[in-house]
């Protein structure tokens, strides 16, 4: 085939997750034809919404941080429609749930957050100055830090043991998904700037609007669902019934099938959630907040009323209760975590309707470091990109696909044909 010939076929990108779609739009947007190949029912990857029952259900809690910088810049926010929660969180310690809020942007919270027996009035004071330095670091010096363990940062900078498991657990638990908090210090760094900076927030109409934004930005027909892999070269793909040349190949599905499509050696590591979703009458908080486990016994992590977010999530309140961990084979999970939440709530627990239990195997690439690798491109061609080579978040995966695009725009003007 040609040069010529060449230049007229698309990019080949596998997987319509956020990295993916990025990459894709990126490329499409400045001229060049793309098209997405989709193992799964529908774009998103591990961003996905279902409707059941008159809810939006989102698969797994995530939250997007309207700091991000990358996809603040490349999402349309504002269709997006973003609903914050509240700064701050109620942290379940000794039988009551205790307010703690960031009294930066909650000043009325100041006195009742200070008197709140989580940590003390010095992890209080640090907290500050944290959150004062960390807005002053700038992002490409984050990604350049020594690294260490989330939890050795934390003690290095002074914490008390009881801060930390009081509230860093819990809440970053709900972040990285581990609450032994063993990720980098890095990534630490990279979400406490976001919270520092800006909103946890919810789409109004669920996570998923933010992947369906991105392919309503391609042409009709670019992606195509349904379509598994099963064999991938520098310029062609196949799979059962279909094949497929291009110009070139962009490998962006999670680290597990992109291990196995390119028959590396090694396992990928992930870290697991499940989520439940029950219905209720009577909402256990009426407040966009996050309530948090502060006591380290039993499976709750985190719980939240998304409807009390977002009204879009149903017609009456709807709660998401995360557990960490692969709970596929725990005995009775949705009793365990009733029994649980009965102390949290009272009795009215036993009459909340289950809607929906979600595990999430593959929720998290195992992060126990930080950093961003340069863009990647095998011996054979083909190129690599994924929240595995960047962080694991929203962030993360948008910047992993955008950049692999710009790699590959300097690389097609240096070399048109």
């Not at 990025?22 to 990857?45: I, T, W």
């Not at 256990?284 to 977002?310: Q, W």
């Amino acid at each position: 085939m040609s040069s010529s010939e060449t230049a007229t076929l698309p990019y080949l990108i596998i997987g319509a997750g956020l990295a993916g779609l990025s990459c894709a739009v990126r490329l499409h947007e400045n001229g060049f034809p793309v098209q997405v190949l989709e193992k799964s029912d529908g774009v998103g990857g591990r961003v996905r919404t279902d409707q059941k029952n008159g809810f939006l259900l989102d698969r797994g809690f995530q939250v997007y941080l309207d700091a991000y910088p990358e996809a603040g810049e490349f999402l349309d926010l504002e269709a997006l429609d973003l609903q914050p929660f509240e700064p701050g969180a109620l942290v379940w310690r000794k039988g009551k749930l205790r307010e703690v809020m960031d009294v930066f942007r909650h000043p009325s919270a100041l006195f009742s957050s200070a008197l709140q027996p989580i940590g003390s009035p010095i992890d209080k004071l640090l907290v500050a100055k944290l959150r004062f330095r960390l807005l002053r670091k700038p992002m490409e010096e984050i990604w350049a830090t020594p690294e260490q363990t989330t939890a050795d940062y934390l003690r290095d900078f002074g914490f008390s043991e009881s801060m930390i498991d009081l509230f860093f657990r819990g809440f970053y638990g709900g972040i990285f998904l581990e609450d032994l908090l063993v990720t980098s210090s890095r990534m630490f760094e990279f979400t406490f700037k976001m919270f520092a900076e800006g909103r946890a927030t919810l789409p109004a109409r669920g996570m998923q609007r933010i992947p369906e934004q991105l392919a309503a930005r391609l042409p009709k027909g670019a992606v195509e669902t349904g379509r598994e892999i099963t064999s991938l070269e520098s310029r062609q793909v196949s799979g059962n019934g279909f094949h497929h040349s291009g110009r070139g190949v962009i490998l962006a599905t999670d680290g597990s099938s992109t291990s196995a499509l390119l028959d590396r050696d090694g396992s990928v590591r992930w870290n697991s959630t499940a989520c439940l979703y029950f219905s209720t009458d009577s909402p256990p908080l009426a407040r966009p907040i996050i309530a948090l486990k502060g006591d380290r016994e039993g499976l709750v992590n985190n719980v939240s009323v998304p409807t009390a977010v977002s009204s879009q999530y149903g017609d009456k309140p709807l709660v998401s209760v995360s557990v960490l961990g692969d709970q596929r084979e725990t005995p009775d999970l949705e009793e365990a975590v009733r029994a649980e939440l009965r102390s949290w709530f009272g009795p009215s627990v036993d009459h909340w309707t289950h809607e929906e239990t979600y595990h999430v195997r593959k929720a998290l690439p195992t992060k126990t470091s930080g950093h961003l690798k340069p863009v990647e491109k095998t011996p054979e061609g083909i190129y690599v990109c994924g929240d595995a080579n960047t962080s694991g978040s929203i962030e993360g995966a948008i910047l992993s696909g955008l950049r692999t695009a710009d790699h590959i725009l300097e690389e097609s003007h240096a070399d048109p044909g």
